[in-house]
């Protein structure tokens, strides 16, 4: 049941955020915790979190989720009350954060706006990401699924996250993939996944060059490209296929 404890604990997690807020936004670093706590939708979402997280747990009804509602009202950012999360989470601008129902975050964790700990369809249990201490995900990266991000890990802004991260790695792209784990570049045949071969592109450069190849013999022989381009059918594009069946979205 809720006590005099449970109180005491939540005070002492919002002084925590509040700190947080301090130490990681460079906009509040002259700020005083009052101002912070009137102004910060991140500190203001975390808050109504704590207290709702606080009343989920002791079986109130009803209220944790109204708490949930009205905080996203207000700030643009959805935690599920049920949603673990640890000391000193910093949300940075907030809106249109996610955090799912099954997801746990660590302490001292920063995420920026857009984030989402979401699922990837209609799974049931564990199906939200865990976030382990001194994270960063940038804004718009979305990790979805049971997935574990390691510790001291960084994840770029628009990052899609679908496989674990080993600790104190740097993640980016979609999918998302370490580009640095302990600071060093990862070794092995698939590691550089920032220069990875495009073959359609490779394919439309190698159609061009030929193309432009052809239409120089044609000028040699003084024929004008512009003629036979005229002449050529022009088809219209076919029109997508309708889709079917259930649609895989879900969070
Ligand atoms: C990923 C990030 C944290 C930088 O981490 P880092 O460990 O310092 O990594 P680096 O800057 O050395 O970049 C590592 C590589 O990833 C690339 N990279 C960095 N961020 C990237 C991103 N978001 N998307 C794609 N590639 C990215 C870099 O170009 C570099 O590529 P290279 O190895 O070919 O040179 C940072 O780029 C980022 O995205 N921060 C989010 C900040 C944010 O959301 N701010 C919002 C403020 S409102």
Known sequence: MLGLRTFAR???????????????????????SGEILAVWPGVHAVLAHRV???LFEAR???LPRLIAGVSRQLTGIEIHPAA??????????????VIGETAEIGDDVTLYQGVTLGGTGFATGKRHPTVQDNVTIGSGAKLLGAITIGHGTKIGANSVVIHDVPPNSTVVGNPGHPV???????????????HLPDPISDAIKGLASRIGALERALAEL???????AAAAPQDEPAPLPRATGRSSAGG
């Open 60 to 62: 109130v009804p009803l």
């Open 52 to 54: 709702a997280h606080a």
């Open 180 to 194: 640095r784990v302990d600071g060093r570049k990862p070794e092995g045949p698939d590691a550089d996944w920032a």
């Open 222 to 228: 003084g024929v004008d490209p512009a003629t036979i």
């Open 10 to 32: 939540v005070a002492a997690e919002i002084r925590c955020d509040v700190r947080a807020a301090q130490e990681r936004d460079p906009a509040a670093r002259d700020v005083g």
């Open 84 to 97: 673990r999360i640890g000391r000193a989470l910093f949300i940075d601008h907030g809106m249109g954060v």
